[in-house]
């Protein structure tokens, strides 16, 4: 499949900012959208999804931002905390059910 | 809890005797995969199964096969590993429709 990439491989925030994580995905027919933490040694965590007929989709103290004229796909944090830090993914439906994952942010929080 | 299970979660093996790793899910899901994650990099989908119906990822070495002998289980057989090999297999599971996977931790292969 295309690549799915993001711009940032790591963000340091302090603890109460909010955090924004980018990423770019280059198959303009992807219709769905998903966003993982992984913290060290452990699989992959949904955190939110999103389809390509929708320009935002809110869940507890995230948000994902789909602009599809740029191919441009964020995951915004609200409050960051020190259980949030962690590598995030975002991935992108190519084919039937297969993802293909974007290369990762580790998002850093100091207190 | 339904969850996804892998066993081990830590598999030392030596350069070129076959190993098999293990993944169970008491989610009654209908699609697993088997996934590949180097250090520092992203989960490499290796191939999935609906039901039976086996899809293998165009650039998965032959190295890599899979079986599915019921809905709970899944098995990544790795025939002759090679240092390269060494990585995180993660073993995921979706419904029918539904593309969120959930995730086993994982098993870490070493090899030797």
């Known amino acids: 499949g295309e690549s799915v990439g993001l711009h940032l491989p790591t963000l340091s925030v302090q603890e109460g900012d909010n955090s924004i994580i980018n990423c770019a995905y280059s198959n303009s027919a992807s219709d769905y959208f998903i966003w993982y933490k992984q913290e060290s040694g452990k699989g992959p965590q949904f955190i939110i999804d999103?389809?390509?007929?929708?320009d935002k989709r809110q869940g507890q103290r995230v948000t994902v931002l789909l602009n599809k004229t740029v191919k441009h796909l964020s995951l915004q944090i609200a409050a960051t905390q020190p259980g949030d830090s962690a590598v995030y993914f975002c991935?992108?439906?190519?084919?039937?059910?297969?993802?293909?994952f974007g290369k990762g942010t580790s998002l850093l929080v100091t207190p | 809890d339904a969850m996804v299970i892998q066993n081990p979660r830590y598999q030392v093996t030596q350069f070129g005797k076959p190993v098999t790793l293990s993944c169970s899910q008491t989610l009654n899901h209908n699609v697993m995969y088997w996934y590949q994650q180097k250090s520092s990099q992203a989960p490499k989908l290796l191939f999935h199964?609906?039901?039976?119906?086996?899809?293998n990822e165009a650039d998965t070495p032959d190295n890599f096969q899979s079986r599915r002998p019921n809905t709970s289980f899944c098995f990544l057989d790795i025939r002759s590993p090679g240092l390269g090999d060494a990585a995180m297999y993660l073993c995921a599971t979706s419904r029918v429709r539904v593309y969120e996977q959930y995730f086993g931790p994982g098993t870490r292969l070493t090899v030797t």
């Open positions: 999103i389809r390509s007929n929708m």
């Open positions: 199964y609906y039901d039976k119906d086996f899809n």
């Open positions: 991935a992108e439906k190519y084919s039937g059910y297969a993802l293909n």
